[in-house]
């Protein structure tokens, strides 16, 4: 019994340092010389040069020129990329009912001239409350908005839409999908930031009920 | 339901059997070869950490000293993780100064982790320094996984091996079955793997997490960490904790198409395989070939499902002027879509992983009784790493002694014959897991402590309770998140949960084991029942469905089947 004790405890601390400490430090020190970039967060620029957040994680947008990203349940108001979250309210939740009621009334109210239905993804919140993507038909569907924001055609602005949808990986992988961040950058280089109202707060989309 | 969704289903499936045949061979020669792989490379670092842990690599165990070996690994590295947890705030690589984790929060993770469930009660991103995360946490993930895959092992040595009158009945010895999963399979997969994610942008950082100001002149503060390192073998020993919250849903967890579904490959690939291995330690690959027809059959059902509900609209937003043309997307993201979602969820609860790409609790109530029924068959359709098959093993031996009743013969598997002592430990086995399933989700839902926690009424609120006790008794970790479990009460009753769910199911499986060995074994006779043809693959499945359905079926209609006719009814709560 007292042999079986002390191997035992030799085997706890040896596994420890071998697969707790040498593993994910020699991983992060292979990754961080071949992937740097990728290893630290994919952090984008803008035309300036300033890092404007990472190209994985949704941020709110606002303004009327910016396509918007999905509703978020992240944090207590969205977009808390220290807190990711669905909203986990359930298929017969009343609260969930009324959560997209009122997210839809506010996106009516924003394209008064966009096409009926909307996209259901633009009333739902995503898993991670960060996801980063859009349906096409989602993006498409903001088009008219942003381009009477810019001043713009709405042909320039869905091309622009159209050059930033990514396929199917494979052809077969995942579904297809349009990076919100990405676009918006592109919309900035191409035609030149729109001015803004002074940022509100963090939050800018109608945030969900927290789940905890 | 698209065709591209099933493409990509069907791919997945052939993945997983085309890797089942060179990784089955590859963990055979592992566990059971005369040489291991990469002599010159590996052996010298095998015999190194024999010498260090004082193990004698050639001395087997009894099934009894094989169960006291796991269960004492076990007990320490559980004492580690909670230490580590209770003092992470003056331990270093902390720099967000996370306070220490409070003491019953911590005994429910140190639990999880330390019984391949990887329940979450808390947010990795608010909680865990990377110290916990690495050491504490990822740790578990690489010894409970070959922990697993080691028990499997032993009780495949128990059935299959044949032995002299009155050779001692010895199993292997498990800490040589530990440190061989760890150097040749998990460690040298892991490393290259999760190279492979951070090239698709899974982070691998210690840096703090980074405040940046958005496009529109907002704050956001990052969070970072080693995330790639976990992720990998959080697949691939069917963990499943995440690193952040959202667990695989995260784009830093996995952020693309190809990501998800490597993910998805990883989490199947060693449960698969070990049916293979297992058929050669048979000296019959047919029986390999059995096991894994059941628990595909059983997969295939429950994928069809699973896609066919999310691809509905979601009946909360029916009345509203939106078009669910791409289904249920609340709890989705775009880059999976219903189809990957779907297959993510029917894997990772068929695999008792529990790593989540969309969020269970906002799936249709068909679709969310998928995953629950899949960890309520008993964590066989696959199942986590080694436990797969060894719950299966003991489903195989209840079929052949149903078949053996049918015929009127004493039942035989592998020339062996079962007798009372065998149909009693199985039967224990079989009785254990929905005695604390039902018996604590009793206890939740007459108690205010636990409707405490509840983030959806009506029917939806029993499947959160239901789901969560279904989940640790099974070692998935998955949940019906909604539900707020970080309470001393549902902190403490499921780490009972998964303990139970683990040890005293592993007991009586080794049990079977140690009893089996030493049998003498009959040849085959005209009266045989043969284990390894599709006969017994139908009868393997009816058994498992049978035993499930008859003992969940109640409950189950009380959650998500009621739920889903108040919801085509038009019914919130």
């Known amino acids: 019994m007292r042999s079986l004790l002390t191997v035992a405890l030799r085997v706890t601390l040896l596994t420890l340092v071998v697969t707790g400490l040498v593993y994910p430090l020699v991983v992060t020190g292979l990754a961080a010389v071949l992937f740097p970039g990728r290893a630290e967060g994919s952090w984008v620029t803008d035309e300036r040069g300033q890092v404007v957040g990472s190209e994985l994680i949704a941020q709110g947008f606002s303004s009327p020129s910016y396509f918007q990203p999905r509703p978020s349940a992240a944090g207590t108001t969205g977009y808390d990329a220290a807190g990711s979250s669905g909203s986990n309210l359930g298929p017969t939740s009343k609260k969930l009912r009324d959560g997209a009621a009122d997210v839809l009334k506010k996106l009516e109210a924003e394209n008064p001239n966009a096409p009926r239905p909307i996209p259901a993804e633009l009333v739902t919140a995503s898993a991670s409350g960060l996801d980063p993507h859009l349906s096409p038909e989602a993006a498409l569907w903001q088009v008219r908005r942003v381009a009477a924001a810019r001043g713009l055609s709405e042909e320039r602005v869905r091309a622009v839409v159209t050059a930033h949808t990514e396929d199917r990986t494979w052809g077969f992988l995942g579904e297809p999908r349009v990076n919100v961040l990405l676009l918006n950058l592109a919309l900035d280089r191409q035609f030149g930031r729109p001015t803004l109202q002074p940022p509100a707060a963090t939050s800018t989309q109608t945030p969900l009920p927290p789940a905890h | ?573």
Not at chain 2, 29 to 51: I, S
Not at chain 2, 100 to 125: C, K
Not at chain 2, 219 to 233: C, D, F, T
């Open chain 2, 1 to 573: 339901m698209t065709f591209v969704g099933w493409i990509q289903t069907l791919a997945f499936a052939g993945v997983i059997l085309a890797l089942t045949r060179p990784l089955g061979a590859f963990l055979y020669r592992v566990y059971e070869g005369e040489q291991q792989p990469l002599p010159k490379l590996l052996g010298p670092l095998e015999r190194g950490v024999y010498r260090l842990s004082g193990v004698d690599p050639r001395r087997e165990q009894t099934w009894v000293e094989y169960a006291f070996a796991v269960l004492a690994f076990s007990a320490l590295s559980l004492l580690g993780t909670y230490a580590i947890e209770r003092l992470q705030h003056v331990l270093p690589f902390n720099p967000q100064k996370l306070a220490a984790v409070p003491a019953d929060l911590a005994f429910n993770t140190a639990a999880s982790f330390t019984t391949n469930t990887n329940w979450q009660s808390y947010s990795g991103e608010s909680t865990m320094s990377y110290l916990t995360q690495m050491a504490g946490l990822a740790w578990h993930n690489f010894t409970s996984a070959a922990v697993g895959i080691a028990v499997a092992i032993a009780v495949a040595r128990g059935l299959t091996r044949r032995l002299a009158p009155g050779a001692p009945k010895l199993i292997g010895n498990f800490w040589v079955d530990l440190w061989r999963g760890l150097l040749y399979v998990l460690l040298p997969v892991s490393i290259l793997l999760a190279l492979v994610l951070v090239s698709q942008g899974v982070i691998q950082t210690l840096s703090a997490y980074r405040d940046v100001t958005t496009l529109e002149g907002g704050k956001q503060l990052v969070a970072l960490g080693p995330v790639a390192s976990q992720e990998v073998i959080k697949e691939l020993g069917t963990n499943g904790g995440g690193f952040f919250n959202a667990n695989s849903a995260h784009p830093f967890e996995s952020p693309t198409p190809f990501t998800n579904f490597l993910e998805m490959v990883l989490i199947f690939a060693i449960p698969a395989a070990l049916t293979y291995t297992y058929g050669r330690m048979a000296r019959n690959q047919r029986q390999g070939w059995a096991i894994l027809a059941a628990m595909g059959v059983l997969f295939l059902v429950g994928v069809t499902s699973a896609y066919w509900a999310e691809a509905h609209p979601n009946p909360a937003l029916a009345p509203l002027a939106v078009s669910q043309a791409r289904g249920n997307m609340e709890g989705k993201e775009v880059r999976f879509g219903v189809a990957a979602s779907a297959l993510f969820a029917t894997v990772t609860t068929g695999a008792s992983c529990g790593a989540v790409n969309s969020m269970h609790d906002s799936f249709t109530p068909l679709g969310g009784l998928v995953p629950l029924v899949n960890i309520q068959l008993g964590e066989v359709v696959f199942g986590g790493v080694g436990a797969g098959l060894y719950g299966m093993l003991v489903f195989v031996v209840l079929s052949v002694f149903i078949a053996g009743l049918m015929v009127g013969r004493t039942p035989e598997y592998l020339g062996k014959k079962i007798e009372a002592r065998e149909m009693k430990l199985a039967m224990l086995y079989v009785l254990i897991f929905p005695l604390i399933i039902l018996g604590f989700s009793a206890w939740a839902v007459v108690s205010p402590l636990g409707i405490a926690g509840l983030s959806n009424a009506g029917p939806h609120g029993l499947s959160e309770i239901l789901y969560a006790f279904t989940s640790g008794a099974g070692n998935n970790g998955s949940a019906f998140a909604g539900l707020n479990a970080n309470t001393p009460f549902w902190n403490v009753t499921l780490a009972v949960t998964m303990l139970a769910g683990r040890f005293l199911m592993l007991i009586p499986a080794l049990a079977i084991a140690g009893s089996m060995v030493g049998k003498k074994v009959v040849p085959a006779g005209p009266g045989t029942f043969p284990t390894d043809g599709a006969l017994f693959t139908g009868l393997l499945v009816s058994v498992v469905l049978i035993v499930g359905a008859l003992t969940f079926f109640p409950a189950d209609s009380l959650g998500p089947i009621v739920e889903h006719f108040l919801a085509s009814a038009g019914k919130v709560f």
